[in-house]
C-alpha cells in the first residue's frame, strides 16, 4: 500500500506562485511514476505532469512553461513548482502514484484570485 499526501496549496493573485509538495510513504518501490493531476468544479479530473524513476517529464499544454515537476520517486517526494498562475489553475491538485496499482492524495486547493 502507498500512502500519499498533498500540502502548499492556497490562495495567491493572478500571476503568483505556489510550490506543491507530496510525501509518499508505504510500499513506495512499486510505483513507476509519480504525477500532479487537477480538478476544477465541474470539470473532468486532467492530468497536470508527470516525471519517472529515470526523471522523464511531461506536461499538460497549458501549464508548459509554467509549471516544474521535481522530485524522486526513491526518495518519496515530489513537488510542483507553479509560476505565473492564471485563474484558469484554480482547481483541487493531486498527487497520484502508479504501479502495479494507482494511488492518490486526498488533494490541496489552489485558488487563484484577485
Known amino acids: 500500500q502507498v500512502q500519499l499526501v498533498e500540502s502548499g496549496g492556497g490562495l495567491v493573485q493572478p500571476g503568483g506562485s505556489l510550490r506543491l509538495s507530496c510525501a509518499a510513504s508505504g510500499s513506495i518501490f512499486s510505483l513507476n511514476v509519480m504525477g500532479w493531476y487537477r480538478q476544477a468544479p465541474g470539470q473532468q479530473r486532467e492530468l497536470v505532469a508527470e516525471i519517472t524513476r529515470a526523471g522523464s517529464t511531461t506536461y499538460v499544454d497549458s501549464v508548459k512553461g509554467r509549471f516544474t515537476i521535481s522530485g524522486s520517486i526513491s526518495w518519496a517526494m515530489l513537488y510542483l513548482q507553479m509560476n505565473s498562475l492564471k485563474l484558469d489553475d484554480t482547481a483541487v491538485y493531486y498527487c497520484?502514484?502508479?504501479?502495479?496499482?494507482?494511488?492518490w492524495g486526498q488533494g490541496t486547493q489552489v485558488t487563484v484570485s484577485s
Open positions: 497520484s502514484g502508479r504501479g502495479s496499482r494507482e494511488y
